[in-house]
């Protein structure tokens, strides 16, 4: 049985079949869904759990090398939340582009880890090291 960490057994199950330089989305409750991509919905009620909960939960157990959001995060959101978002992605800067190029790249990950956050633009897309 397991004592602590991720406890989700199919969030799990993703996680263990992510390789060098593959990518995880990670996204908020409005994200649209993608028939071709494994989804592991983990929602409940509006942000529980959100984005950043799940990104810290993330960072115990998975290492990323590059991590990319929607350039609209910024204009969408304060200094806190982007700080929060930064902090939970150090030592990886986030690379920013437009939500178009964005989700251009969903199609090629592993999976997606649906939350129930409502920060806009909160998605962002995890590249394992």
Same mark, same amino acid.
């Given at each position: 049985?397991?004592?602590?960490?991720?406890?989700?057994?199919?969030?799990?199950?993703?996680?263990?079949?992510?390789? =060098?330089?593959?990518?995880?989305? &990670? /996204?908020?409750?409005?994200?649209?869904?993608? $028939?071709?991509? #494994?989804?592991?919905?983990?929602?409940?009620?509006?942000?529980?759990?959100?984005?950043?909960?799940?990104?810290?939960?993330?960072?115990?157990?998975?290492?990323?090398?590059?991590?990319?959001?929607?350039?609209?995060?910024?204009?969408?959101?304060?200094?806190?939340?982007? =700080?929060?978002?930064?902090?939970? &992605? /150090?030592?990886?800067?986030?690379?920013?582009? $437009?939500?178009? #190029?964005?989700?251009?790249?969903?199609?090629?990950?592993?999976?997606?880890?649906?939350?129930?956050?409502?920060?806009?633009?909160?998605?962002?897309?995890?590249?394992?090291?």
């Amino acid at each position: 049985m397991l004592k602590g960490g991720i406890l989700n057994p199919h969030l799990l199950s993703l996680l263990a079949r992510v390789r =060098h330089t593959n990518t995880i989305v &990670v /996204a908020d409750r409005g994200f649209p869904s993608w $028939s071709q991509l #494994e989804t592991v919905d983990i929602s409940l009620v509006d942000d529980v759990p959100t984005v950043r909960q799940v990104l810290a939960a993330l960072k115990e157990n998975f290492v990323w090398g590059a991590a990319y959001m929607a350039g609209e995060f910024m204009a969408e959101n304060g200094d806190p939340t982007q =700080h929060e978002y930064a902090q939970l &992605v /150090a030592p990886v800067t986030i690379h920013f582009e $437009s939500h178009i #190029e964005f989700k251009k790249r969903v199609p090629q990950a592993v999976g997606l880890i649906r939350t129930a956050d409502t920060t806009q633009y909160g998605n962002i897309i995890l590249e394992s090291a």
